[in-house]
Protein backbone atom coordinates (compact mmCIF):
# COMPACT_ATOMS: atom_id res chain seq x y z
CA UNK A 1 0.00 0.00 0.00
CA UNK A 2 1.18 3.29 -0.72
CA UNK A 3 1.61 5.81 1.95
CA UNK A 4 2.27 9.87 1.73
CA UNK A 5 5.00 11.21 4.39
CA UNK A 6 3.67 12.97 6.70
CA UNK A 7 5.99 15.39 7.37
CA UNK A 8 5.26 16.23 10.54
CA UNK A 9 8.36 18.24 11.34
CA UNK A 10 8.50 16.52 14.86
CA UNK A 11 11.94 17.04 16.59
CA UNK A 12 13.37 14.31 18.58
CA UNK A 13 14.28 15.29 22.07
CA UNK A 14 17.83 13.05 21.96
CA UNK A 15 20.43 14.56 19.85
CA UNK A 16 20.86 13.04 16.28
CA UNK A 17 24.56 12.36 16.70
CA UNK A 18 23.33 10.33 19.59
CA UNK A 19 23.27 6.25 18.02
CA UNK A 20 19.50 5.96 18.95
CA UNK A 21 18.86 9.56 18.27
CA UNK A 22 20.38 9.53 14.75
CA UNK A 23 17.98 6.69 13.85
CA UNK A 24 15.34 8.48 15.04
CA UNK A 25 16.13 11.69 13.22
CA UNK A 26 16.46 9.49 10.09
CA UNK A 27 13.27 8.43 10.46
CA UNK A 28 11.71 10.96 11.72
CA UNK A 29 9.24 11.66 8.91
CA UNK A 30 9.36 7.75 7.81
CA UNK A 31 6.26 6.09 7.04
CA UNK A 32 5.68 2.97 8.68
CA UNK A 33 6.95 0.16 6.14
CA UNK A 34 10.16 1.97 6.04
CA UNK A 35 10.23 2.30 10.31
CA UNK A 36 9.45 -1.65 10.50
CA UNK A 37 11.72 -2.75 7.54
CA UNK A 38 14.22 -0.46 9.33
CA UNK A 39 13.94 -1.96 12.50
CA UNK A 40 14.09 -5.86 11.15
CA UNK A 41 17.47 -4.50 9.40
CA UNK A 42 18.80 -3.18 12.36
CA UNK A 43 17.98 -5.96 15.13
CA UNK A 44 17.84 -8.54 13.20
CA UNK A 45 15.84 -10.87 12.18
CA UNK A 46 14.56 -13.28 15.12
CA UNK A 47 15.55 -10.31 17.33
CA UNK A 48 12.44 -8.09 16.74
CA UNK A 49 9.05 -8.57 18.26
CA UNK A 50 5.47 -6.39 17.98
CA UNK A 51 3.53 -5.80 20.84
CA UNK A 52 -0.07 -5.83 20.47
CA UNK A 53 -3.16 -5.91 22.11
CA UNK A 54 -5.69 -6.29 19.77
CA UNK A 55 -7.65 -3.25 20.42
CA UNK A 56 -9.60 -0.85 18.28
CA UNK A 57 -6.41 0.51 17.15
CA UNK A 58 -4.20 -2.16 16.54
CA UNK A 59 -5.21 -3.63 13.31
CA UNK A 60 -3.49 -1.16 11.09
CA UNK A 61 0.02 -1.63 12.82
CA UNK A 62 -1.09 -5.18 12.59
CA UNK A 63 -1.33 -4.80 8.65
CA UNK A 64 2.08 -2.77 8.39
CA UNK A 65 3.95 -5.24 9.72
CA UNK A 66 2.33 -7.82 7.50
CA UNK A 67 3.80 -6.10 4.60
CA UNK A 68 7.28 -6.32 5.74
CA UNK A 69 7.43 -10.02 7.58
CA UNK A 70 4.46 -12.39 8.46
CA UNK A 71 6.44 -14.40 11.11
CA UNK A 72 7.56 -11.08 13.37
CA UNK A 73 6.81 -12.51 16.32
CA UNK A 74 3.57 -11.12 17.61
CA UNK A 75 3.02 -10.71 21.72
CA UNK A 76 -0.33 -10.48 23.17
CA UNK A 77 -1.14 -9.75 26.97
CA UNK A 78 -4.16 -12.27 27.99
CA UNK A 79 -4.60 -10.49 31.31
CA UNK A 80 -7.65 -12.95 32.19
CA UNK A 81 -9.79 -9.41 32.18
CA UNK A 82 -10.05 -9.70 28.12
CA UNK A 83 -13.26 -9.05 26.51
CA UNK A 84 -14.49 -12.63 24.71
CA UNK A 85 -14.28 -10.01 21.29
CA UNK A 86 -10.66 -9.09 22.05
CA UNK A 87 -10.34 -12.59 21.70
CA UNK A 88 -12.13 -13.32 18.63
CA UNK A 89 -10.58 -10.48 16.80
CA UNK A 90 -7.13 -11.73 17.61
CA UNK A 91 -7.82 -14.75 15.91
CA UNK A 92 -9.57 -12.49 12.82
CA UNK A 93 -6.55 -10.78 12.05
CA UNK A 94 -4.08 -13.35 12.73
CA UNK A 95 -5.69 -15.44 9.73
CA UNK A 96 -6.74 -12.42 7.48
CA UNK A 97 -3.12 -10.74 7.96
CA UNK A 98 -1.54 -14.73 7.75
CA UNK A 99 0.27 -13.36 11.07
CA UNK A 100 2.25 -16.97 11.90
CA UNK A 101 3.91 -16.14 14.82
CA UNK A 102 1.14 -14.84 17.63
CA UNK A 103 2.36 -15.51 20.91
CA UNK A 104 -0.52 -15.08 23.92
CA UNK A 105 1.14 -14.35 27.24
CA UNK A 106 -0.50 -14.95 30.60
CA UNK A 107 0.33 -13.81 33.55
CA UNK A 108 2.08 -15.78 36.35
CA UNK A 109 -0.33 -17.74 38.33
CA UNK A 110 1.54 -17.88 41.03
CA UNK A 111 2.07 -14.24 41.49
CA UNK A 112 -1.83 -13.73 40.70
CA UNK A 113 -2.98 -16.03 43.12
CA UNK A 114 -1.06 -14.54 45.56
CA UNK A 115 -2.05 -11.18 45.12
CA UNK A 116 -5.41 -11.09 43.50
CA UNK A 117 -6.88 -14.26 44.31
CA UNK A 118 -10.43 -12.06 44.77
CA UNK A 119 -10.33 -10.86 41.40
CA UNK A 120 -10.23 -7.27 42.92
CA UNK A 121 -6.85 -6.00 42.52
CA UNK A 122 -8.09 -3.81 39.59
CA UNK A 123 -10.90 -1.88 41.78
CA UNK A 124 -8.51 -1.31 44.65
CA UNK A 125 -4.46 -1.13 43.19
CA UNK A 126 -4.84 -0.97 39.73
CA UNK A 127 -0.99 0.34 39.28
CA UNK A 128 -0.62 -3.64 40.89
CA UNK A 129 -2.59 -5.39 38.72
CA UNK A 130 -1.28 -3.95 35.74
CA UNK A 131 1.85 -4.71 37.28
CA UNK A 132 1.02 -8.67 37.34
CA UNK A 133 -0.91 -8.89 34.49
CA UNK A 134 0.91 -6.74 31.95
CA UNK A 135 4.43 -5.43 32.79
CA UNK A 136 5.78 -8.23 34.92
CA UNK A 137 4.29 -10.83 31.39
CA UNK A 138 5.27 -8.35 29.29
CA UNK A 139 9.10 -8.07 30.61
CA UNK A 140 9.48 -11.93 30.40
CA UNK A 141 8.16 -11.95 26.82
CA UNK A 142 10.69 -9.48 25.96
CA UNK A 143 13.61 -11.82 27.12
CA UNK A 144 15.36 -12.44 23.79
CA UNK A 145 14.78 -9.72 21.71
CA UNK A 146 16.64 -6.88 20.95
CA UNK A 147 13.66 -4.60 19.71
CA UNK A 148 10.02 -4.44 19.99
CA UNK A 149 7.39 -2.88 17.68
CA UNK A 150 4.26 -0.83 19.44
CA UNK A 151 0.99 0.98 18.23
CA UNK A 152 1.18 4.49 19.86
CA UNK A 153 0.05 7.17 18.00
CA UNK A 154 1.46 10.81 19.01
CA UNK A 155 -2.24 12.23 18.50
CA UNK A 156 -3.27 9.72 21.45
CA UNK A 157 -1.88 13.01 24.09
CA UNK A 158 -0.75 12.47 26.96
CA UNK A 159 2.42 10.96 27.70
CA UNK A 160 1.92 9.63 23.83
CA UNK A 161 2.38 13.57 22.65
CA UNK A 162 6.13 13.60 22.15
CA UNK A 163 7.15 10.10 21.32
CA UNK A 164 9.86 9.68 19.04
CA UNK A 165 9.78 6.99 15.88
CA UNK A 166 12.44 5.07 18.01
CA UNK A 167 13.43 5.26 21.43
CA UNK A 168 15.43 2.84 23.80
CA UNK A 169 14.08 0.57 26.34
CA UNK A 170 16.19 -0.92 28.62
CA UNK A 171 18.91 -2.85 26.29
CA UNK A 172 16.40 -2.84 23.97
CA UNK A 173 15.32 -0.46 20.50
CA UNK A 174 11.69 0.24 20.90
CA UNK A 175 10.15 1.33 17.69
CA UNK A 176 6.80 3.90 17.57
CA UNK A 177 6.29 2.99 13.61
CA UNK A 178 2.56 5.17 13.83
CA UNK A 179 3.91 7.70 15.77
CA UNK A 180 4.21 10.11 12.98
CA UNK A 181 0.32 9.27 11.62
CA UNK A 182 -2.63 11.40 12.58
CA UNK A 183 -5.92 9.82 13.10
CA UNK A 184 -7.05 10.78 9.61
CA UNK A 185 -3.83 8.74 8.20
CA UNK A 186 -4.78 5.86 10.71
CA UNK A 187 -8.44 5.66 9.41
CA UNK A 188 -7.10 6.10 6.14
CA UNK A 189 -5.05 3.36 6.29
CA UNK A 190 -7.48 0.91 8.15
CA UNK A 191 -10.08 1.51 4.99
CA UNK A 192 -7.41 0.82 2.52
CA UNK A 193 -5.72 -2.62 4.05
CA UNK A 194 -9.72 -3.52 4.04
CA UNK A 195 -9.04 -4.19 8.32
CA UNK A 196 -11.95 -4.92 10.04
CA UNK A 197 -13.01 -3.31 13.17
CA UNK A 198 -13.17 -4.89 16.38
CA UNK A 199 -16.30 -6.36 17.43
CA UNK A 200 -16.92 -3.80 20.08
CA UNK A 201 -16.38 -0.49 18.00
CA UNK A 202 -20.24 -1.39 16.85
CA UNK A 203 -21.15 -1.09 20.53
CA UNK A 204 -19.41 2.34 21.13
CA UNK A 205 -16.14 1.96 22.76
CA UNK A 206 -13.32 3.81 20.86
CA UNK A 207 -10.75 1.77 23.04
CA UNK A 208 -10.78 -1.23 24.53
CA UNK A 209 -8.55 -2.65 27.40
CA UNK A 210 -9.46 -5.12 30.44
CA UNK A 211 -13.10 -5.66 30.88
CA UNK A 212 -13.07 -3.75 34.43
CA UNK A 213 -11.16 -0.71 33.23
CA UNK A 214 -12.93 -0.26 29.75
CA UNK A 215 -16.24 2.02 29.68
CA UNK A 216 -17.19 3.66 26.57
CA UNK A 217 -15.87 7.17 25.74
CA UNK A 218 -18.46 10.32 25.14
CA UNK A 219 -18.60 12.11 21.71
CA UNK A 220 -15.84 14.79 21.75
CA UNK A 221 -13.20 12.86 24.83
CA UNK A 222 -10.23 11.34 23.57
CA UNK A 223 -10.25 7.92 22.41
CA UNK A 224 -8.68 6.92 25.70
CA UNK A 225 -11.07 8.75 27.97
CA UNK A 226 -13.06 5.14 28.97
CA UNK A 227 -9.70 3.60 30.17
CA UNK A 228 -9.28 3.35 34.01
CA UNK A 229 -12.45 6.14 34.49
CA UNK A 230 -12.32 8.00 37.27
CA UNK A 231 -8.69 6.36 38.39
CA UNK A 232 -6.21 8.74 37.70
CA UNK A 233 -4.72 6.26 35.16
CA UNK A 234 -4.09 6.65 31.54
CA UNK A 235 -1.39 3.90 31.02
CA UNK A 236 -1.22 0.42 31.84
CA UNK A 237 2.74 0.78 32.74
CA UNK A 238 4.04 -1.51 29.71
CA UNK A 239 5.41 2.16 28.49
CA UNK A 240 6.29 3.17 31.35
CA UNK A 241 7.79 0.70 34.13
CA UNK A 242 8.84 -2.14 32.25
CA UNK A 243 12.71 -1.00 33.34
CA UNK A 244 11.05 -0.84 37.00
CA UNK A 245 10.45 -4.63 37.01
FE1 LIG B 1 -6.00 -5.06 35.94
FE2 LIG B 1 -7.47 -3.16 34.77
FE3 LIG B 1 -4.79 -3.22 34.46
FE4 LIG B 1 -6.36 -5.05 33.30
S1 LIG B 1 -6.29 -2.83 32.85
S2 LIG B 1 -4.46 -5.45 34.33
S3 LIG B 1 -7.93 -5.37 34.90
S4 LIG B 1 -5.97 -2.81 36.36
Known sequence: MSFQRPGTGFTPAVPCS????????ALADAD????????????????????????????VL??????????????????????????????TLQAQ??????RSIQPDAERVAALDAGRELWFS????????????????????????????KRYQGGLRASIPVVERDRARLKFNPLA????????????AFALPDH???AKGFTS?????????????????????RGKGKTECGIHTLLSTV
Open 97 to 102: LGLTDV
Open 208 to 228: VGCMPCTSRAAAGEDSRAGRW
Open 180 to 191: NLDRVGVEAAHK
Open 62 to 91: LAYAAQVDRSIPVIFLDTGWLFEETLAYRD
Open 199 to 201: PLV
Open 125 to 152: DPDTCCRIRKVEPLARALDGFDGWLNGR
Open 32 to 59: PVEIIATALRTVGPGQLCLVSSFGTESA
Open 18 to 25: DEVGGLAC
